[in-house]
C-alpha cells in the first residue's frame, strides 16, 4: 500500500538527480587535472609577475643633482653658500629608475634675480625631475631642500699693480727698483663691497732679481687678495726691469811684458820686465779677471823688426784683455832687445 500510494515521479526527480551530479564532478575533474604541468606553470608565471610588479613599484634610489648659479641681478654679488649637489631620493618601478641612474643628471640652475638678501630659495621638485630626465617621477625627499640667499652691493675700483721685486741682483749688476715699469700699471677689480672697499694696490707674483744680468721683461701674475668674492679683469702683468753693469777700477799690480813672434836664433828681451796694469769697466768682468776666469796678458811684438841684433826703445805694449774693459800700463814704452843668445 505504501509503494501504491508513493508519487511515480519522484523515482524520475531520483534519477535525474542522480545523473546530473556525476556529470558535475567529472566536469570539476577535467577542469583541475587535465593538463595539470601547463596549468601549474601558468600559476607560477603569474605568481612571479605580480610579485615582480609589486616589487617594481617599490624601489628607491639616491641621485646626485649639480647644482650651478645661473642668473642673478647685476648691481649685486652672491656671498652665500650654494650647495655644490642635491641628494634626491626618487621613488618609482626599477625599470623606470634604471633609466635615471644611467645618465648624469644635468644641472639645476639657479636663478637668484628678483632675490633679496636673507630670503629663502627652495630647490623646486618639478624642475629637479625635468634635470633627471623623468617626468612624473616620485620624489621622497631632498637635501638640502633649500638654502639663505645672502647678497651685497656690487662695487668697482681701479687700483694700481707695484711690482714685487725680491732678492738682489748679481755682482756687478744694479737694478734700479723706483724704475720698474708695469703694463697696464691699473687693473679694474670688482666684487662684494665689503671685500673691494679695502683694496688700494695689487701687488705682481714674487720675481727674482738673482738671476737678471741685462734689462729684462717678465710676464707675471697678479696676486689676487684673500678676501672672497673680489675678481680681477687682469690676471697677469708685464714688469719692465732696467739692470745695468756697475763701474768699477781693478789694479793688477805687476804684469810679465811677453815677447810674440820672437826669431827663433835671437833672444828678445824687455825692459822693465814688467809693468802696472789697471783695468775699469763693468764690475761682472772685473770680477771675472780677478778670479782667473779670464786673462790679462802685456805683450810687445816683435813681427815688425828684422831677425838681427838691435834695440828698439819706446815700444808701447799691448793690453790683451776682456771686451769692455780699458787697460792702463805703467810705464807705457818699453824697451825690446834683439841679441844672439847667450848675450845681453
Known sequence: ???????????????????????????????????????????????????????????????????????????????????????????????????????????????????????????????????????????????????AVTVEPKIERVVPVRPNLVGDPPPGYLVARERARVYPPQVRIWGAKSSVKGIDELLSWPIDLGSLEKDSRVEVAVQKPSQPFLYLDEEKVRVDIPVQELQDRLALGRVDVLVKNCPETLTCTVEPASVQVALTGPQPALLKVKRGVTPVTVTVDAVDFDPTVSRHDGLRPSCERPSGLDCTISPRAVLLTLSMPGRK
Open 1 to 147: 500500500m505504501g509503494i501504491d500510494n508513493a508519487n511515480p515521479d519522484d523515482s524520475v526527480v531520483r534519477k535525474g538527480t542522480a545523473r546530473v551530479i556525476p556529470r558535475r564532478r567529472n566536469l570539476l575533474r577535467r577542469i583541475f587535472q587535465d593538463n595539470l604541468g601547463l596549468k601549474l606553470i601558468s600559476l607560477i608565471i603569474a605568481l612571479s609577475l605580480f610579485i615582480f610588479v609589486k616589487e617594481d613599484k617599490g624601489k628607491e634610489a639616491d641621485i646626485e643633482v649639480p647644482v650651478v648659479l645661473s642668473n642673478i641681478d647685476d648691481h649685486i654679488v652672491f656671498t652665500g653658500e650654494l650647495p655644490r649637489s642635491l641628494r634626491v631620493r626618487v621613488r618609482d618601478r626599477w625599470s623606470r629608475l634604471a633609466r635615471v641612474l644611467e645618465q648624469k643628471p644635468s644641472p639645476y640652475l639657479v636663478d637668484l634675480r628678483g632675490f633679496s638678501n636673507e630670503s629663502m630659495y627652495v630647490f623646486d621638485r618639478d624642475r629637479l625631475r625635468l634635470s633627471m630626465g623623468l617626468s612624473g617621477l616620485s620624489i621622497q625627499s631632498v637635501y638640502p631642500s633649500e638654502f
